[in-house]
Structure formats: structure tokens, C-alpha cells
């Protein structure tokens, strides 16, 4: 299929391209020292993550120890309430830890090991990456280092204890705000050091070369099943499919099964307490081009052009770029980037829990709450959400600051 000038046939061979860019986006913007480890993993990438060995072992663990495929759900009684939309969701809050981010922990854990690397280590910021992290490292017997700032420590107790539990050393970070920016800061420092025993695994699509491009693979999964189920359910293919937008994984594996076909995307950004710099985190919808953690994308910047602080009601929606391929999918016109704001979230998180049986995450309610309106708009058809996520983790946060509606 083609679509302003680009041929999606042929779309995963040429983007990125060889140096990372999705057009003008992506890139590696990094010290010299952090380019050759990414030239490593580059290269270990095309030639390990190809190999039937590892494609195989990928898949024993994803069906054997994750309980992949997760199902898709049609959603039954939400769509009734809301009219002749029928919604369906892919049901990733049924992945082993409750979210979609082991679909590519598990991934680069793995091709850790292929490389003989001792030490996995990553940043986290609400701890989901962390848990994430700690669990493929228990799974594949590496140690792993944790970098989290104090002040998110305090805040993420019950992920911290997980980590600890999983064997994961928590290295607390005190410099400056001592949040997830010094958390990065630090991870890299001490990867950069020690980067022929450690490998450095990052959170989302974001971050330099090879990561938007590695990490979208490994979520790929997502997309493909969802595909294949969705069409098998019904016969056809989905009208819409939507997913939240925070560094952008979710989205970026869910979408690429949908990109060559005749099927309306959309991503979900947070407009957190309304449009004003400082109380969203829609980076797409608000965001100009711009260099940050190593990557070249869309993003919100303050009156120095630094990053600019951001706020969601989901901490992990609370980042002030997306990955470039995101930006370049949005100037494309490809995807259509909306948002939902903190109110149309909680109502959509008590919704799907009450009509459904299923608490989704906070970031998951996003992506409904735009359906929800998506399927106002639409009239009849069908939508697929991407519920990337379970809220267990979000349920006392919603009591205390909504209580219960
Ligand atoms: C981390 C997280 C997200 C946001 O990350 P993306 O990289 O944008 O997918 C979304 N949903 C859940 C449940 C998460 O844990």
C-alpha cells in the first residue's frame, strides 16, 4: 500500500535506515564512547536477532514463560453502552507482569546473553521498566542495576520491593531533581564505563540507534497476533486501532502489524490537566522538532529549549518526546495523533473495570477513553484498543485522588 509517497510493501526494510533515521528523525546523537557500544549492539542486532537459534528461543519464551499470545477481548457491554461501535481489545495487561514492556526486556535480555554480557542495566522513573528489567534478569541469570532517583524511589515503594525481591540491585540517584532525567543521566555514565560487560537496555522506541528500531521489533509480536486473532474473530479487518503514546513501544509494535493496510491508526497522547506548556505531556500534538537522550524527534521544550517539564495522571505516559518513528509517522500523516485528558481517563478506567471485569492501567485508559469518542465519531464499525497494560499498580493512586465514581 502506498501512502503520501511512501510504500509501505517494502516500509520495514527502509525505515529506519541504515543510520537509524525515519526520514529526518532518530538518529545517535551520543559521546563517542557510547557510539561504539551502540555500533555494537547494532551490529549484534542484524546478526544475532536474525539467526533461527535465537528467532526460536524468542519464541519458546514468549509462549512458555510469558503466556503468549494474550487474547483479544470483545468488548461487549462497553460497546452497547456507547452505541454500534463495536470494541475490541488486545489484551496485553495479560502478559506475564501485567504490561507490554517484557515483550522487549525479554527481547534484549536475550540477545544480552548471545553476546556474553554479565549485567543488564537500565533507568526507571515509576519503576515499570525496573520490574521489567528485574524480571528477564532472573529469568536469564544476569545481574542487573536498576538506576532510579531517590525521590521516585520514595514515591514507588511497592515496585522498588519487586525489584529487590527479582535479585535487582536498586542504585539510588541524588543529583539534582533526582527523578528520571538524573536517573538516565547516571545509567549512561555508568554504561559508557563499563559497556564491554554491561549492555544498556532502554525502556521504549526511544533513545539512539539501534533501540527505536530494535525495541519496535521486539513489541512487533503485539501487532501480529493482533492481526491474525482480529481476523480470525471476525472475518475482517479493524475500521480503527488505537494505543497510548508515552515513549511510544506499545503503539510502535501494536501499529507496525496495521501499517500496510487499510486500517485508520491512532495514538493517545495525554493532555493531563489541559493544553498549557507544563500540564500535558503531548509531545506529538504540541511538541517541535528537537535532540534529546540521544535521539533527533518531536518534543516539548522550555523557554531554553531544554526538555520541558511534563504531567500526566500515568507516570508512564509522563515523557516529554515520543520515538521518531512517531514523528515521522505523524508528519507523514499515517497516524493520527490525539490526546485524552485526565478527567476522560478516570472515567474510562471505571468504565471498562465496571462493564468489562478488566481494571485497566492508567496509560491503557487512555487509549480507551479515546475510543470511547473515537466510536461516537464513527458511528458503526470497529475499533481495537491496545490495553498495554493492568492497573493494579494504579488502583489505591485513583481511590485516593478520585475515590470511587
Ligand atoms: C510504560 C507503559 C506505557 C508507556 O510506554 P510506551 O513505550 O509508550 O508503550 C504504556 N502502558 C503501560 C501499561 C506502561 O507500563
Known amino acids: 500500500m502506498k501512502f503520501n509517497g511512501i510504500d509501505f510493501d517494502t516500509y520495514f526494510k527502509n525505515y529506519p535506515d541504515a543510520n537509524g533515521y525515519f526520514g529526518k528523525y532518530g538518529g545517535a546523537y551520543v559521546s563517542d564512547d557510547l557510539k561504539k557500544a551502540m555500533e555494537e549492539i547494532t551490529e549484534a542486532y542484524f546478526t544475532i536477532c536474525k539467526s533461527r537459534r535465537f528467532i526460536d528461543e524468542l519464541r519458546r519464551i514468549r509462549r512458555e514463560f510469558q503466556g503468549r499470545p494474550t487474547p483479544i477481548s470483545h468488548l461487549e457491554r462497553l460497546s452497547s453502552k456507547y452505541g454500534n461501535v463495536q470494541l475490541y481489545a488486545k489484551r496485553e495487561d495479560l502478559n506475564h507482569t501485567g504490561a507490554h514492556k517484557l515483550n ?38 544476569m545481574e542487573c542495576d536498576i538506576y532510579m532517583g531517590s525521590v521516585d524511589i520514595k514515591k514507588q515503594a511497592p515496585n522498588v520491593a519487586r525489584m529487590k525481591i527479582l535479585g535487582a540491585n536498586v542504585v539510588e540517584v541524588t543529583h539534582g531533581l533526582a527523578t528520571l532525567k538524573e536517573a538516565v543521566d547516571s545509567a549512561f555514565e555508568a554504561y559508557a564505563k563499563d559497556y564491554k560487560n554491561c549492555i544498556y537496555c532502554i525502556g521504549s522506541v526511544v533513545g539512539p540507534h539501534p533501540f527505536p528500531m530494535m525495541v519496535r521489533d521486539f513489541q512487533s509480536v503485539v ?23 508515552g515513549g511510544g513501544s506499545n503503539a510502535a509494535g501494536f501499529f507496525s502489524g496495521f501499517l500496510n493496510d487499510p ?27 528537537g535532540i534529546m537522550h540521544g535521539f533527533n524527534s518531536i518534543m516539548l521544550k522550555d523557554e531554553n529549549g531544554e526538555p520541558a517539564p511534563v504531567y500526566s495522571v500515568a507516570s508512564g505516559l509522563d515523557y516529554p518526546s515520543s520515538g521518531p518513528e512517531h514523528a515521522f509517522l505523524h508528519d507523514l500523516g499515517r497516524v493520527t495523533y490525539g490526546v485524552a485528558d485526565d478527567e476522560e481517563t478516570i472515567d474510562a478506567f471505571f468504565d471498562l473495570s465496571r462493564m468489562e471485569g478488566i481494571i485497566p492501567a492508567i496509560e491503557s485508559a487512555h487509549a480507551v477513553a479515546y475510543a470511547l469518542k473515537l466510536a461516537k465519531e464513527m458511528g458503526r464499525g470497529s475499533i481495537l484498543i491496545n490495553l498495554s497494560g493492568r492497573g493494579d499498580k494504579d488502583m489505591d493512586y485513583v481511590i485516593e485522588n478520585y475515590g470511587i465514581r
Open 104 to 141: 522487549h526486556c525479554m527481547g534484549e535480555v536475550l540477545l544480552a546473553k548471545y553476546m556474553g554480557k554479565k549485567k543488564v542495566i537500565a533507568e526507571t522513573g515509576a519503576g515499570q521498566h525496573g520490574v521489567a528489567m528485574a524480571t528477564a534478569a532472573a529469568y536469564f541469570g
Open 223 to 245: 501487532g501480529i497476533e493482533a492481526r491474525e486473532q482480529f481476523i480470525d474473530m471476525t472475518g475482517e479487518l479493524p475500521d480503527a486501532i488505537v494505543a497510548c503514546v
Open 263 to 289: 486500517v485508520a491508526i491512532h495514538g493517545v497522547e495525554p493532555l493531563g490537566r489541559g493544553a498549557k506548556l507544563g500540564d500535558h505531556a503531548a509531545s506529538l500534538s504540541y511538541g517541535t522538532e
